[in-house]
């Protein structure tokens, strides 16, 4: 093998290796945004039921109809938290998927440039 082989050979998975560090950090970031986006909105979930008991409560309320509507909130929030896991955690198995796809690329690359000795 001479130098240029070698040179050729390092050019081509520096390049597949920038591409494979490109789309990892992409899908993370879109799993970052995700998390904030999801974050806000269950925020903004909590924020819309109390505001929508403190429309309708009185001070002779019972508190069984407080505990109903934390209950309620509760359970649209674990809801929503699964929803949510789930979604975040299949964004990490597609960054690994896809990682493994060009670490794949990166050692055919170097075992096709590395057989021509």
Sequence with gaps: MNINEVIERNQAVGLLAWQCMLRASGLMSLGAISSARKAMDTYLMCLRHGAEYAEQARLTDPPEKLVVVYV??????????????????????????EILIWVARIDRTLDERGGKQ
């Design 72 to 97: 309620d909130t509760l359970s649209d929030f674990v809801e929503k938290s699964w929803q949510d896991f789930r979604n975040n955690l299949q964004i990490l198995l597609l960054t690994q998927d």
